[in-house]
């Protein structure tokens, strides 16, 4: 499916590391800020920079959101999102 290529190849970019690389496990990614994640990447392989729809197509092919176990605790920095299938 071309949503599948379309992640593998965002994921896989060494361009887009800095919003999107694969975890050490190398079975989950991880998005680092959003905001940015929508203005910068997902223009590039989408007609959208919608987060929320990126989101949705995801778990359409399996891929869920890792829950954060630092939820709660206060964080500095931008928000992180994993996500593994």
Same mark, same amino acid.
């Given at each position: *499916?071309? @949503? =599948?290529? +379309?992640?593998?190849?965002? /994921? !896989? &970019? *060494? %361009?887009?590391?800095?919003?999107?690389?694969?975890? *050490? &496990?190398?079975? #989950? @990614?991880? /998005? /680092?800020?959003?905001?940015?994640?929508? %203005?910068?990447?997902? *223009? +590039? $392989?989408? +007609?959208? #920079?919608?987060? #929320?729809?990126?989101?949705?197509?995801? !778990?359409? $092919?399996?891929?869920? %959101?890792?829950? &954060? =176990?630092?939820?709660?605790?206060?964080?500095?920095?931008?928000?992180?999102?994993?996500? %593994? #299938?």
């Amino acid at each position: *499916p071309a @949503f =599948v290529l +379309k992640l593998w190849n965002m /994921v !896989n &970019d *060494p %361009k887009n590391s800095a919003h999107i690389n694969w975890m *050490p &496990d190398g079975l #989950s @990614f991880q /998005v /680092v800020g959003r905001e940015q994640f929508e %203005k910068t990447v997902l *223009p +590039k $392989y989408f +007609k959208h #920079s919608n987060f #929320s729809s990126f989101v949705r197509q995801l !778990n359409m $092919y399996g891929w869920h %959101k890792v829950q &954060d =176990v630092t939820a709660g605790a206060m964080q500095s920095g931008e928000e992180t999102w994993q996500f %593994k #299938s």
